[in-house]
């Protein structure tokens, strides 16, 4: 299943891969930010906890032996500066932030699918985000090339953010791509 952030995007691309294919189960894996301060760019974690934006639980999986075992909290919109991911840090103590997991987690349970929540660090808790940037990718997560380039020529001063954001989620979806090998053995 290919899809791009948001929470209208993980429900559809679901509920598409259900009808066609019937699975028994489905792994979330994609990019998240950190709220947690330990957690670092590029490192890959299972979320067995999905929690509300006032720190409440959602939905509790148990890692299932993969390891890292972390809190998720979704969000409807990104998240682009560190007082605002301090802010929900402090309110929820999740690990992580996204716009996706809940909503899969719903669909999931609706659906009687089992699933697993596994996600890359495309930014860490202290890592401001280019404003804007998720407007960069469209429904299925793939680049917008105009998109970028009229992004690129209007906020000029943003490409050196933009570059280490696409190098620090390049590494993030690596070790995403290594763990899902590791557990598929």
């Not at 500066?81 to 996706?100: H, P």
């Not at 985000?129 to 970028?148: E, H, T």
Request: glycine share 10%; hydrophobic share 40%.
């Amino acid at each position: 299943m290919v899809c791009g952030p948001g929470q209208d995007a993980v429900e559809e691309q679901l509920r598409q891969l259900a009808t066609e294919k019937s699975p028994s189960g489905v792994i979330l894996a994609g990019l998240a930010g950190g709220l947690n301060p330990t957690i670092l760019a590029g490192e890959a974690h299972w979320i067995d906890e999905i929690l509300d934006e006032e720190g409440h639980q959602i939905a509790q999986k148990p890692s299932n032996g993969h390891g890292t075992g972390r809190s998720i909290c979704t969000v409807p919109n990104a998240l682009e500066t560190v007082s605002a991911k301090t802010s929900l840090y402090r309110a929820t103590e999740a690990d992580l932030v996204d716009m996706e997991s809940r909503r899969f987690v719903e669909v999931c349970q609706e659906l009687g699918l089992d699933w697993d929540i596994l996600r890359g660090i495309s930014d860490e808790a202290t890592h401001e985000l280019p404003a804007g940037s998720l407007n960069l990718v469209d429904a299925n997560g793939r680049a917008k090339p105009l998109s970028v380039l009229g992004y690129l020529a209007r906020n000029p001063l943003r490409i050196a953010g933009l570059i280490r954001l696409a190098r620090r989620s390049s590494r993030a979806m690596k070790q995403v791509a290594n763990e899902l090998n590791r557990v598929s053995r």
